[in-house]
């Protein structure tokens, strides 16, 4: 059994979520863990949908964009380079997250 300093609410929450897996640590730490994976490659897929969008817009490969915008040649009047940009950024670390949990 694990031991915590919750909340009360949160306890409650915790409380549920073991009910539903039969009390069982294991198996609800095994599929938080599952869900949040998921999550990360959902993510990664909607991103990767608004990359091809500029890319196919500017015609350029986002790493190409990424190399030139982050050196300064790169300026755009609407914010689609901050967007595409950020978005960029948001997938690498996504990246990141999801091979250190896999490995």
Same mark, same amino acid.
Do not use: V
């Given at each position: 059994?694990?031991? @915590?300093?919750? &909340?009360?609410? @949160?306890?409650?929450?915790?409380? *549920? ?6 009390? &069982?640590? *294991? @198996? ?5 863990? +599952? ?14 949908? %608004? ?12 790493? +190409? ?7 300064? &040649?790169?300026? +755009?009047?609407?914010? %689609? ?5 950020? !978005? #960029? !950024?948001?997938?690498? %670390? #996504?990246?990141?997250?999801?091979? !250190?949990?896999?490995?």
């Amino acid at each position: 059994m694990l031991t @915590s300093n919750l &909340d009360k609410q @949160s306890k409650k929450k915790l409380d *549920k979520l073991l009910e539903k897996h039969n009390n &069982d640590y *294991k @198996s609800l730490i095994n599929s938080l863990y +599952d869900f949040h994976i998921n999550q990360l490659k959902r993510g990664m897929q909607s991103i990767k949908m %608004d990359l091809a969008y500029f890319e196919n817009k500017y015609g350029m490969l986002t790493k +190409d964009f990424y190399e030139r915008f982050k050196a300064g &040649d790169c300026a +755009d009047e609407n914010n %689609d380079y901050l967007e595409w940009s950020g !978005e #960029y !950024e948001i997938l690498l %670390d #996504y990246e990141k997250e999801l091979k !250190e949990l896999e490995t």
